[in-house]
């Protein structure tokens, strides 16, 4: 059985519109940037996942890996693409 691929929180924050985000390193200089966005005019928030290229610490294609209908916080969004999360501090040390 294959092992999993891992992808590691290196960064969480507020954009300039407000939203949240989260980079996540999946190794190899690529990463992946998660949005968090408040619709203002719709009932439903959502979650959009992007390539991000971690040397130029900027979103290389705004093609989305992913789109969820709601926050997919803690993760949620990572594990849908196949990866593991992994954030700092915590007790996985493989």
Request: glycine content about 8%.
């Amino acid at each position: 059985m294959s092992e999993k691929k891992q992808a590691r929180l290196v960064e969480r924050g507020r954009s300039i519109d407000g939203n949240e985000y989260e980079v996540w390193d999946i190794e190899d200089g690529r990463g992946i940037y998660v949005h968090f966005k408040v619709c203002p005019y719709d009932t439903e928030p959502e979650t959009m996942a992007f390539p991000y290229d971690m040397t130029r610490r900027m979103v290389t294609d705004w093609e989305e890996l992913g789109c969820w209908p709601y926050y997919a916080t803690d993760g949620e969004a990572i594990r849908e693409l196949g990866y593991e999360p992994v954030e700092e501090g915590s007790d996985d040390t493989d």
